[in-house]
């Protein structure tokens, strides 16, 4: 019997995995071409003095370079400033917000999702847009206007260095935590029951069962959201651009923005390749260094 | 049983909690919705230079002046809404189509390689796009010498990693059993990925298709790259350089950044179930 079955089997699997060869081929394609590629590619550019016919070899020049590039480590001071600016205060704004959400009725838990939620899907472009005019310099400026109201006075936001990457914090804040809201809310409502009835029995208030139920419960998704969060927000590029071109005086140039710079303004490739493998590595480095020390005792 | 007092004997003051709640959850909307909402009102001002008028919070006229003003900024204004549109929804199309594919394959067929290929796949996806982009635009400017066509706009993005890992995620919970039914019924692979996982998956290729389109939509970088006319450009590139050529016009950038928002307003408002549900499937557990 095992004689003749065998090689039924063995001819079965073989088909199944020549289906399964065919039906990845073209993922792998597109993957090939337009990821394993380019990342091999930069590389190899990284080490060379790019030209479109002959780049030549030039070691670690474009590497030493960029380490004794002051603006290169200004770059990297103004990402770290904005992302400790925006991404904790965004997480402890989306969890507080999706706490206050949880009492609520399905429906309007819904419906405050859908508000958080909204400005994640309008284009880029055009939140920068908005937000141009929001920041405008003249006294009659909408955030100029909140500002004397407060007593605060008005200020030229975007055009000072003072104030051009509060401004930029200002916006993330404002329009980044739908995401994590609904996330976070998500794993709120995953939270088995019977904890808080143990913590009940034991006469918990609001703030223990928060702290000592929910903070625990929800490391998991915190930690997935700083992570994320945090490699975004070393990427980021758009509003800098958009908003303030990386000015004043390179107040507000990240290190994405510096890259594009190089690339696509001075079309010094070799020097923006190099550049942005450092960056990977520099988010590589703090990844592993997030996980290390707060996913200790996170189970997946 | 839960986080908050359930206040079983006294409804009042559950009732005082949740309003007290909503009041701070209402500022807190008010706050994110206002740079959409002034948006939106503003684009119905008339198309003046900003210096000679004040903002306004509400509108104290109506005029589609502003957006006639947007439209006749260029011959081209409608076909950046076409280019967006052919380049999203093909985008979205062979996302759904090969990235079904591919989760069907590495999460039910056996193949030598597999859990390789998968595990790098991940951790590509981890590597910065500042990495990518420059071997990218000479790829495609300077080899295939392919910018400025739908081409060029279209290829990169294909089929993304994340809609394959998306797609694996999801096609995992599938059980084995009803395979292996389909496989004795005398299905072959492609019949039992046609008319079994593509109908349970709906879901989860619906929710892949919004949000890829949206992507699409809305980006900016890429097209910004690889176009130099202002035929072949998107909306979001046109918008860009509107802004730059008009920057005193306040009311008909604010039409501008509304029409480009708005397809986006309208997908969203009437499939919101799934822009939410895209949102948590496959990104947390616990």
Redesign the interface.
């Known amino acids: 019997m095992t004689e003749y079955a065998k090689p039924i089997k063995r001819r079965k699997?073989k088909?199944?995995?020549a289906?399964?060869?065919a039906?990845?081929a073209?993922?792998?394609l597109?993957?090939a071409?337009?990821?394993?590629?380019?990342?091999i590619?930069?590389l190899i550019?990284s080490f060379q003095k790019y030209k479109?016919i002959g780049s030549e070899f030039v070691g670690f020049e474009n590497y030493t370079e960029t380490f004794k590039d002051k603006l290169f480590w200004k770059a990297i001071v103004n990402t770290v400033v904005y992302t400790v600016l925006t991404v904790p205060v965004s997480l402890l704004l989306s969890f507080a917000?999706s706490?206050?959400?949880?009492?609520?009725k399905k429906k309007?838990q819904?419906v405050?999702?859908?508000?958080?939620?909204?400005?994640a899907?309008?284009?880029?472009?055009?939140?920068s847009?908005?937000?141009?005019?929001?920041f405008?310099p003249m006294p009659?400026?909408?955030f100029n206007?909140v500002t004397s109201f407060f007593g605060l006075g008005t200020h030229n936001w975007l055009g000072s260095s003072a104030y051009a990457m509060f401004s930029l914090v200002l916006m993330a804040w404002?329009?980044s935590?739908?995401?994590s809201i609904?996330?976070y809310l998500?794993?709120?409502l995953?939270?088995d029951?019977?904890y808080?009835?143990a913590a009940?029995l034991d006469g918990a208030s609001?703030f223990q069962?928060?702290w000592y139920?929910?903070v625990p419960?929800l490391k998991?998704?915190t930690l997935?959201l700083l992570v994320t969060g945090v490699?975004g927000s070393?990427?980021v590029?758009?509003n800098a651009y958009?908003m303030t071109g990386g000015g004043p005086d390179n107040a507000t140039t990240m290190?994405?923005l510096l890259?594009?710079n190089n690339?696509?303004k001075y079309f010094e490739?070799g020097k923006?390749?190099a550049?942005?493998?450092v960056?990977?590595a520099i988010?590589?480095v703090i990844?592993f260094i997030q996980f290390k020390f707060l996913g200790k005792d996170v189970e997946? | 049983m839960s986080l908050y007092n359930p206040h079983a004997g006294r409804p009042q003051i559950r009732i005082a909690r949740n309003t007290v709640l909503m009041i701070i959850l209402l500022a807190f909307a008010l706050a994110t919705l206002f740079p959409i909402y002034y948006m939106i009102i503003s684009s119905f001002g008339e198309p003046v230079e900003a210096g000679a008028m004040d903002y306004k919070l509400v509108p104290s006229s109506f005029s589609l002046e502003s957006y006639k003003f947007f439209f006749e900024f260029s011959e081209y204004t409608y076909r950046w809404l076409l280019n967006s549109l052919i380049v999203a929804t093909t985008v979205m199309v062979t996302n759904v189509l090969f990235a079904s594919m591919a989760g069907y394959a590495f999460s039910k067929i056996q193949f030598k390689g597999r859990a390789a290929i998968f595990s790098l796949l991940l951790i590509a996806m981890m590597i910065p796009y500042q990495v990518t982009q420059v071997p990218l635009y000479i790829l495609i400017v300077n080899i295939f010498e392919i910018q400025n066509t739908y081409t060029a706009l279209i290829l990169p993005g294909l089929v993304t990693v994340y809609n394959i890992f998306l797609a694996k995620q999801f096609m995992g919970s599938i059980p084995n059993e009803i395979l292996e039914c389909a496989k004795i019924e005398g299905c072959n692979q492609f019949q039992i990925y046609f008319r079994i996982i593509l109908p349970l998956s709906k879901t989860v290729l619906a929710v892949m298709a919004i949000l890829t389109f949206m992507d699409n939509w809305n980006t900016f970088f890429w097209p910004f790259l690889v176009t130099n006319s202002m035929d072949m450009q998107t909306i979001q590139v046109g918008l860009k350089n509107f802004r730059f050529a008009n920057t005193t016009y306040f009311a008909p950038m604010m039409a501008g950044a509304t029409i480009s928002a708005l397809p986006m307003f309208i997908l969203f408002f009437s499939l919101q179930k799934y822009f939410l549900e895209g949102v948590t499937v496959g990104a947390v557990k616990g």
């Open positions: 699997i088909g199944d995995a289906w399964g060869y039906f990845i073209v993922a792998l597109v993957f071409m337009f990821t394993l590629y380019p990342v590619s930069a550019i479109p917000v706490i206050m959400i949880l009492p609520l309007m819904t405050f999702k859908a508000v958080y939620y909204l400005p899907v309008a284009s880029g472009v055009a939140l847009l908005v937000w141009l005019w929001i405008d009659v400026g909408i206007k404002l329009s935590h739908g995401t609904i996330i998500a794993a709120l995953g939270i029951g019977s808080y009835e009940e609001f069962k928060l139920i929910v419960c998991p998704t997935f490699i070393f990427q590029f758009q958009l290190v994405g890259i594009f690339a696509f490739f923006a390749a550049q942005s493998l960056l990977a988010i590589a990844s997946y």
